[in-house]
T-cell receptor, first 114, second 109 residues
């Protein structure tokens, strides 16, 4: 079966510190991968998506970056966090074998920047 | 621009029926999704509509009218566990998902 893992679940970081969030997918090959951010009480904002290894598309200009070093691994990074980077970060995948091209989400990382 | 509108919050009574509306204006249309998101958790897939009409799945049904740019999610026999946010999302011409801000549904006993 297909599963998606994200870690850590929660993170508190000081302003200006680096960030690395990891997401891995199991049970499928060559998935489309997505990073979203959700501010409190708001909808999902697409940050990055990837259709293959090393292929990253950025949707929103910011101090974040993403990488896909392996087929089923997606990493979200920052060199220096800002207060505005606080939020709920969700990784999602879309598999070609799914019935409706729906996206499946990981459990999320709640990031607080102080 | 692309836009999806949903009510911010709705309240309903346990055992009743509630309809959550979604209107959209997007560049192209390749389907509409409804997701459920409990507080502090990830969204989970509920339904998909690409043709006009009603799709029923147990207590939940989803309706689509492409000519009106309109969908609704109908929840019957409401249970306390249905308290959650419901997100409407449209797959545009580039197969990118455009998300609404979500409707927070509060169920009262």
């Amino acid at each position: 079966s297909q599963t998606i893992h994200q870690w850590p679940a929660t993170l508190v970081q000081p302003v200006g510190s680096p960030l690395s969030l990891e997401c891995t997918v199991e049970g499928t090959s060559n998935p489309n991968l997505y990073w979203y951010r959700q501010a409190a009480g708001r909808g999902l904002q697409l940050l990055f998506y990837s259709v293959g290894i090393g292929q990253i598309s950025s949707e929103v200009p910011q101090n974040l970056s993403a990488s896909r070093p392996q087929d089923r691994q997606f990493i979200l990074s920052s060199k220096k966090l800002l207060l505005s980077d606080s939020g709920f970060y969700l990784c999602a995948f879309q598999a070609g074998t799914s019935d409706y091209n729906e996206q499946f989400f990981g459990p999320g990382t709640r990031l607080t920047v102080l | 621009g692309q836009n999806i509108d949903q009510p911010t919050e709705m309240t309903a009574t346990e055992g009743a029926i509630v309809q959550i509306n979604c209107t959209y204006q997007t560049s192209g249309f390749n389907g509409l999704f409804w997701y459920q998101q409990h507080a502090g958790e990830a969204p989970t897939f509920l339904s998909y509509n690409v043709l006009d009409g009603l799709e029923e799945k147990g207590r939940f049904s989803s309706f689509l009218s492409r000519s009106k740019g309109y969908s609704y999610l109908l929840l019957k026999e409401l249970q306390m566990k249905d308290s959650a946010s419901y997100l409407c999302a449209v797959l545009d011409s580039n197969y990118q998902l455009i998300w609404g801000a979500g409707t927070k549904l509060i169920i009262k006993p």
